[in-house]
């Protein structure tokens, strides 16, 4: 159900944070632009999987991290990856490397608590993290040192992401209800808008263009327009906790802990598609979209990686990728690669191969 609400954005204040909950059907026909995936080819098995004439199989392992790993991601143009978790570092590796590609090229220590999220800027040479120290640090790629530290919050910091030209704008979205925009061209420390509304925890982030969308513990989905200064929410039920935008931006992406993730039209709020099968009723699990937007990728409590056909919503693919649950997947920006972190503290990259 999608609703308009006020205006989204308030001057910087303190808020005091509510107390923490655990952790209809409209059809559109604006689909996602994707390539289609021949489903007839398709084989599930554990370990491997057959999927339009390629073998998606464990192509590297790096075991850098002691604790659980909450977030993996590639850089920009997919020939690095990062790493984050509960040790507090962050990790940037080189997985496709011949030769040591399980040592980290560099490890980035700095937060006093775990380590939620980080993303990269487009032109790779800064990435922002933040965590339980409700804090985020925009660090330089090449030497490791930090740039900014960015304090505001009065909680811990979940999710943070780029936005704007040229990465000038950074959004934190926080356990203390509030998402917060900061302007990376600027010295000032203080945010320069401040997105309220909702009722619970915010667990993640994505931005298109000039809008800012937020999912919560609430289970709303919300987005805010930042031009227009509005916002509208989408009501799912269940607590959100993950988001992630197709790559034309039309749709979105939720993943729910009734282990459900559905694919939402970005401009109606209407419900294309759902995909199931996997366990989701505890943990922040991450999800994402191909490179290609042909593919949703999940992350489930059972310690499997699930793939699933975008357009029919069938699963394609089932793989054993953990002991613990699989807590945070990655897809390549150019090919069809996967990286999955999990509870066991192991980054794992995926790869499609021919038979």
Not at 263 to 290: I, M
Not at 308 to 330: K, N, P, T
Request: with cysteine.
């Amino acid at each position: 159900m999608r609703t308009h609400g006020a205006p989204a954005a308030t001057p910087p204040h303190a808020r005091a944070s509510p107390s923490h909950t655990d952790y209809p059907t409209d059809t559109s026909t604006n689909q996602c632009k994707r390539n289609p995936v021949d489903a007839a080819t398709v084989n599930v098995n554990e370990g491997a999987v057959a999927m339009a004439a390629l073998l998606l199989a464990e192509s590297q392992r790096l075991p850098g991290h002691k604790g659980s790993v909450n977030v993996v991601t590639f850089n920009a143009d997919g020939n690095y990856c990062l790493s984050a978790g509960d040790d507090r570092r962050i990790l940037l590796w080189n997985p496709r490397r011949e030769a040591d590609a399980d040592v980290p090229i560099k490890a980035y220590t700095g937060h006093n608590e775990r380590v939620l999220d980080l993303c990269v800027a487009q032109d790779n040479a800064s990435i922002a993290s933040c965590g339980g120290d409700r804090s985020v640090l925009v660090w330089d790629v090449a030497s490791g040192r930090i740039l900014r530290r960015l304090s505001g919050h009065s909680q811990r910091v979940n999710a943070v992401t780029y936005a704007g030209t040229s990465n000038s704008v950074l959004v934190s979205a926080s356990y203390d209800t509030t998402a917060r925009c900061w302007d990376m061209r600027s010295r000032n420390t203080a945010p320069i808008q401040v997105l309220e509304g909702s009722a619970d925890s915010l667990t993640s982030l994505a931005v298109s263009e000039h809008e800012v969308l937020t999912s919560s513990v609430d289970g709303v989905v919300r987005t805010y327009d930042l031009r227009m200064g509005m916002m509208v929410s989408d009501t799912l039920g269940a607590a959100v906790t993950n988001l992630a935008l197709s790559r034309d931006g039309n749709c979105i992406l939720a993943a729910s802990l009734d282990a459900r993730l559905r694919l939402l039209d970005k401009s109606t709020g209407g419900l294309l598609n759902t995909y199931k099968g996997h366990v989701h009723t505890q943990f922040k699990l991450g999800a994402c979209l191909s490179h290609d937007d042909a593919l949703v990728v999940g992350g489930s409590e059972d310690g499997f990686l699930y793939v699933w056909d975008l357009v029919e919503s069938e699963r394609v693919s089932r793989i054993r990728a953990a002991s613990g649950a699989v807590s945070s997947v990655a897809c390549d920006p150019r090919r069809l690669e996967i990286l999955t972190g999990s509870h066991e503290g192991v980054v794992k990259l995926w790869t499609a191969k021919p038979k």
